[in-house]
T-cell receptor, first 114, second 116 residues
């Protein structure tokens, strides 16, 4: 199993550009989520999905869109990049949506918006 | 509102010393789950432990131990006889049962450096 994979590893965008961060898992996990990590703030939940076709907002959803058309994939779209979106983005998955589930994290995407 | 505080931003010790990472949480839910994750220099977060709010037993796994005290809303992590490979950022996190899904709230993280 590859686990949770994310592409790209690094990305530089100009303000106003759009892009999609890819996330895939091969563990047949029901639950997937996106977090952003900023210095001194830990990780914050952006969006999550409890199954194909079902998504919901987390703590910091503004400026981001998600969709879940398959169990395996959960892309994160930046509609119009802003410098405030400079961050490291982590995708995670879990076998169950249950609050006690163990999450498996991807290697992260480091995004810089200039 | 739920909140997790890791007051220690950075800790630096010499190898073989014992070190404790503090975690204090706030929640109004009676059923919740506490986690510790490790983020080594490679960047990927690795799950270490989960505790539910009804189980206050301390846990030991090799050199790692965790002390959960509901009375002080704390879930501290101790590494005994630290090693250079323990150098990482450690995150404490909270998940509330009433959310119906795992929506982790993370602390700010503690950067631990073990010097040889």
């Amino acid at each position: 199993n590859a686990g949770v994979t994310q592409t790209p590893k690094f990305q530089v965008l100009k303000t106003g550009q759009s892009m999609t961060l890819q996330c895939a898992q091969d563990m047949n996990h029901e639950y997937m989520s996106w977090y952003r990590q900023d210095p001194g703030m830990g990780l914050r939940l952006i969006h999550y999905s409890v199954g194909a076709g079902i998504t919901d907002q987390g703590e910091v959803p503004n400026g981001y869109n998600v969709s879940r058309s398959t169990t395996e994939d959960f892309p994160l779209r930046l509609l119009s990049a802003a410098p405030s979106q400079t961050s490291v983005y982590f995708c995670a998955s879990s076998y169950s949506r249950a609050p006690q589930g163990e999450q498996y994290f991807g290697p992260g995407t480091r995004l810089t918006v200039t | 509102a739920q909140k997790v505080t890791q007051a220690q931003t950075e800790i630096s010790v010499v190898e073989k010393e014992d070190v404790t990472l503090d975690c204090v949480y706030e929640t109004r839910d009676t059923t919740y789950y506490l986690f510790w994750y490790k983020q080594p220099p490679s960047g990927e977060l690795v799950f270490l432990i989960r505790r539910n709010s009804f189980d206050e037993q301390n846990e030991i796994s090799g050199r790692y131990s965790w002390n959960f005290q509901k009375s002080t809303s704390s879930f501290n992590f101790t590494i005994t006889a630290s090693q250079v490979v323990d150098s990482a950022v450690y995150f404490c996190a909270l998940s509330e049962a009433r959310e119906g899904a795992q929506k982790l709230v993370f602390g700010q993280g503690t950067r631990l450096t073990i010097n040889p």
